[in-house]
């Protein structure tokens, strides 16, 4: 089913997730990206739901198997 992909983009803490939390109590139709990291999961956090939690290795794997459209480092 043909749909429309919108990319919300602002710096952090400019309301990004509040925006998109509103958006898709008003239209059941819109659903969201998951996306993955490797950063340890935060309190309130669920997997699948707020991202992927993967280990380094299962990241990088995924990397080597092209299971990813796009990834970078974003904090060494």
Known sequence: MPGSLYIVSAPSGAGKTSLVNKLIQLDSHIVVSVSS??????????????????????????????????????FD
């Not at 956090?45 to 990834?71: C, P, R, W």
Request: charged fraction near 30%; proline fraction near 3%.
């Open 37 to 74: 990291t490797t950063r340890a999961i935060r309190p309130g956090e669920e997997d699948g739901v707020n991202y992927h939690f993967l280990s380094t290795e299962a990241f990088e794997q995924k990397i080597a198997d092209g299971d990813f459209l796009e990834h970078a480092n974003v």
